[in-house]
């Protein structure tokens, strides 16, 4: 497959995933995440703890909280929007100087939101509040999610510029990484061919032999070897008698 092939295939894949992907899709995992606790209290505090409930319900998605005990903290968390929405967290008065928070699971067909809340009757529940009650509906929009990074070989990486945080992200940046390896200067081919290393070459076992020299070597490796003789030990010539020797002593004078 060429590279051009490649980028509008995967353009394609982005574009699928794009409108195929529902936009509450993210926010809704507050509410399945909230819905775990129904009926109880998970926090270790006895009075207050909603915004407690609501930081702990955010920390389990992958969001930063405010890591604040109060309920207004949030009137100036993430995004506002305007109105209920599914997923929001919506920050609500309580009394003159109090309040409260949860995540938005519905809305009624008056517009008042239905909310899940910690410290509800001193228990996780869900409930309908008045919109007169609302002070912020706010969205989160700092999740933690398990980053993958990518780089540039030879680059020098930070997790700051390299943090991915969705498939489609994912998928862009690899197509810049192919493009940009696409578009590097490619060698001559005469470099190319002289980089590469040379061959080994063939050794003498390779070779083939001629068949009349394979036939005598087959030959000289059949034929039983002669038996080695025994070497027999020269004999040293015994002395000449004393006589002799005195005779050719006495011829000398």
Not at 84 to 110: E, F, K, M, Q
Not at 142 to 158: E, H, I, K
Request: proline fraction near 9%.
């Amino acid at each position: 497959m060429r590279h051009g092939t490649r980028i509008i295939f995967a353009i394609s894949c982005i574009s699928m995933l794009a409108a195929s992907a529902p936009a509450s899709s993210e926010p809704s995992v507050l509410v399945s995440e909230a819905r775990k606790y129904m009926g109880t209290n998970p926090t270790d505090r006895k009075r207050l703890w909603c915004a407690t409930f609501m930081n702990m319900v955010l920390a389990k998605a992958g969001y930063d909280g405010t890591h604040s005990d109060a309920a207004k903290s949030f009137a100036y968390y993430g995004r506002r929007i305007s109105e209920p929405r599914v997923g929001a967290i919506a920050v609500l008065s309580r009394g003159r100087r109090g309040g409260h928070v949860g995540v938005v699971s519905g809305v009624d067909s008056r517009g008042n939101p239905i909310i899940i809340s910690g410290n509800h009757n001193k228990r996780v529940g869900e409930a309908v509040y008045s919109r007169a009650r609302v002070i912020a509906y706010v969205m989160p929009t700092d999740r933690r999610s398990v980053t993958t990074q990518f780089a540039a070989r030879g680059a020098p990486t930070t997790s700051s510029e390299l943090a991915i945080d969705s498939p489609i992200a994912e998928l862009i940046a690899a197509i810049r990484a192919e493009s940009d390896r696409a578009s590097a200067p490619q060698a001559p081919a005469g470099r190319r061919a002289a980089r590469q290393a040379p061959q080994p070459a063939a050794s003498n076992n390779d070779l083939p032999l001629d068949p009349l020299i394979a036939d005598l070597l087959s030959r000289l490796k059949d034929d039983p070897k002669p038996a080695a003789q025994p070497v027999r030990p020269v004999r040293p010539m015994p002395p000449p008698p004393r006589q002799q020797r005195v005779q050719q002593t006495a011829g000398r004078f």
